[in-house]
């Protein structure tokens, strides 16, 4: 069973607007992490936020963790074309030394 | 520096016949993992490895999934015989840290398996 919930499933925006992914889980956690996978690839890591940390930042990316609602989200600032993709986020869960993922938010970003 | 390197890309084979795909990690990458990701989902670990040693296999059907890693480097991944429910994404990723869950895993393109 995979540990992680992304909300929307799938998003539909226009170029140069924000994005905003959510994932709850379950379990108490050492971090969490988000992927992109673009169609018919592998996927690339973007940006680990660990539990004792609420907010991270990379480029266009900025990733805020709540520990308490056990909940994470994902924000794509200005958003372009090249954004389109399947997003998922992947739990560490605290003693269970194993990533498990979620099944993931389908991003369209429309030119 | 060069990905993880997966092989076939694709295969299509009938229910009841074998198949193996294999995984070469980034060099200096201890762990290694064998993912299978259906459509619409995300990755589900079905083995990791760490150097030779598979240390969580317990998502994998070992009735008809196995696979090694000989020398700690390449890994095959082999079923036999295949399901059409085993119709996925095959995905192998590594990683420099000795469980992997301090940093990020590395992913190779995937092997698609299509089972008829």
């Known amino acids: 069973s995979q540990q992680g919930e992304e909300d929307p499933q799938a998003l539909s925006i226009q170029e140069g607007e924000n994005a905003t992914m959510n994932c709850s889980y379950k379990?108490?956690?050492?971090?969490l992490q988000w992927y992109r996978q673009n169609s018919g690839r592998g996927l690339v890591h973007l940006i680990l936020?660990?539990?004792?940390?609420r907010e991270k930042h990379s480029g266009r990316l900025r990733v805020t963790l709540d520990t308490s609602k056990k909940s994470s989200s994902l924000l794509i600032t200005a958003s372009r074309a090249a954004d389109t993709a399947s997003y998922f986020c992947?739990?560490?869960?605290?003693?269970?030394?194993?990533?498990?993922f979620g099944a993931g938010t389908i991003l369209r970003v429309k030119s | 520096e060069a990905g993880v390197v997966q092989s076939p890309r694709y295969k299509i084979i009938e229910k009841k016949q074998p198949v193996a795909f294999w995984c070469n990690p980034i060099?200096?990458?201890?762990?290694l993992y064998w993912y299978l990701q259906n459509l619409g989902q995300g990755p589900e670990l079905l083995i990791r490895?760490?150097?030779?040693?598979?240390?969580?296999d317990s998502q994998l059907p070992k009735d008809r999934f196995s696979a090694e890693r000989l020398k700690g480097v390449d890994s095959t991944l082999k079923i036999q015989p295949a399901e059409l429910g085993d119709s996925a994404v095959y995905l192998c990723?590594?990683?420099?840290?000795?469980?992997?869950?301090?940093?990020?895993?590395?992913f190779g393109e995937g092997s698609r398996l299509t089972v008829l």
């Open positions: 990723a590594s990683s420099p840290y000795e469980t992997g869950l301090d940093g990020e895993l590395f």
């Open positions: 379990t108490s956690i050492n971090n």
């Open positions: 936020i660990r539990s004792n940390e």
């Open positions: 992947a739990t560490d869960r605290e003693y269970g030394n194993k990533l498990v």
């Open positions: 060099s200096g990458h201890n762990t």
């Open positions: 490895y760490e150097n030779e040693e598979a240390v969580d």
